[in-house]
């Protein structure tokens, strides 16, 4: 029996699979002589590592080849500049941004260095305790682009739609939910999503966008900051990454190999959201939810108690039972059990154990 249970919001979890192998690689790599952490990014062996990273990602998302998958650095917050710098400098349109929780909100002023920005909907007039709704959204159908945070993991909140016009190029950070469930991709320029919550440690970041768009420049930049430098480079233009990377690839391997795909995964998903967030709702107000009702996210499950002494009562206990990575982020305390791809049914099943337990003996 695990005695241990990750519920940390980021690094994140990973398959226990993925943790042997890796820790594996690192003494020797397959088909290497070498470990994992002295392989040249150059050598063919960690072009192959890329390569099958590439097709595995592909293929789980159902990509056609007119779309470029990019191995990046610099986590979702780098995209949050890169992203204007290709498509709004030099426009003389705005582009749309939904304000729709704490990570949003850190992506519109790096996009207003590089142009105008409308909000179309600012989730700040209610707390962030909520998602909009369509007829909310306030979208200009000539629009630089659409921006938008597909999982807000501070406050627990997820789109569970597209958003947008058509005609509107679509960019989505889909940081803490990607790979989570299957994704209409062929509806967005760009996504992009840093790989330590659902698909291995910090170091690398996913970048998923059309071809044709990411090729062009509005005007030169600097190396490091051009997608069109990246997708010539083939994600090796510096020193990538290579250990992030390759537990990516394994956990590829995973969802492909052992979960059997994302549908899968997201049946999954949905199970352990809906364990937890049943026992918030039958727990009589001792346990309070954050997030409306249509806005919860899969993701990260926020709530709180009656009084922060409480709170941080649980937290002690839960800690003590090897529950790990409870306390709310630091913006907003509380509670959040984050349930990304690799924390098990069993881990969950545990903290519905502990939490049951806890309000038992504290009801009053």
């Not at 226990?16 to 192998?21: D, F, K, L, R, S």
């Not at 020797?28 to 002589?33: E, L, N, Y």
């Not at 352990?272 to 918030?280: D, S």
Request: glycine share 10%; net charge neutral.
């Amino acid at each position: 029996m695990r005695t241990s249970h990750n519920f940390s919001g980021g690094p994140g979890a990973l398959p226990e699979v993925v943790i042997e192998q890796a820790s594996e690689a690192l003494r020797q790599a397959p088909g290497s002589d070498l470990g994992l952490l002295g392989i040249s990014h150059r050598s063919d062996w960690f072009r192959e590592v890329l390569d099958e990273a590439e097709r595995n990602t592909r293929r789980l998302l159902g990509l056609s080849e007119d779309y470029a998958v990019l191995f990046l650095q610099g986590g979702g917050s780098l995209q949050f500049s890169m992203v204007p710098m290709l498509l709004l400098r030099g426009s003389a349109t705005a582009a749309d941004y939904v304000h729709g929780g704490y990570w949003s909100g850190k992506a519109v002023p790096e996009a207003r260095l590089e142009g105008r920005v409308r909000l179309a909907w600012d989730g700040s007039r209610c707390g962030f305790s909520r998602l909009p709704s369509d007829d909310e959204l306030k979208l200009a159908p000539d629009a630089a682009y659409l921006h938008y945070v597909s999982n807000e993991t501070v406050e627990g909140l997820q789109f569970q739609r597209v958003l947008g016009r058509e005609q509107v190029l679509r960019v989505c950070d889909m940081s803490s939910d990607f790979m989570s469930r299957p994704v209409a991709l062929e509806r967005y320029a760009i996504v992009y999503a840093h790989a330590q919550k659902n698909l291995g440690p910090s170091g690398v970041t996913l970048v998923i966008g059309r071809k044709a768009l990411l090729a062009r420049e509005p005007a030169p930049m600097p190396s490091m900051l051009s997608y069109r430098h990246h997708l010539q480079q083939r994600s090796i233009f510096n020193t990538p990454p290579v250990f992030a990377i390759y537990v990516t690839l394994l956990v590829t391997r995973w969802l492909l190999e052992d979960i059997g795909g994302l549908s899968r995964m997201d049946a999954l998903n949905r199970q352990k959201a809906e364990a937890l967030y049943r026992l918030i709702d039958d727990s009589e107000g001792f346990y309070r939810g954050r997030a409306e009702l249509g806005s919860r996210s899969l993701m990260n499950v926020v709530f709180g108690l009656a009084a922060p002494e409480l709170e941080q009562a649980f937290l002690a206990e839960a800690l003590r039972a090897g529950l790990h990575g409870l306390p709310g982020h630091r913006s907003i305390g509380g509670i959040r059990a984050s349930l990304y791809n690799a924390v098990s049914l069993e881990s969950v099943h545990r903290l519905c154990e502990v939490m049951r337990d806890f309000r038992l003996r504290n009801r009053g």
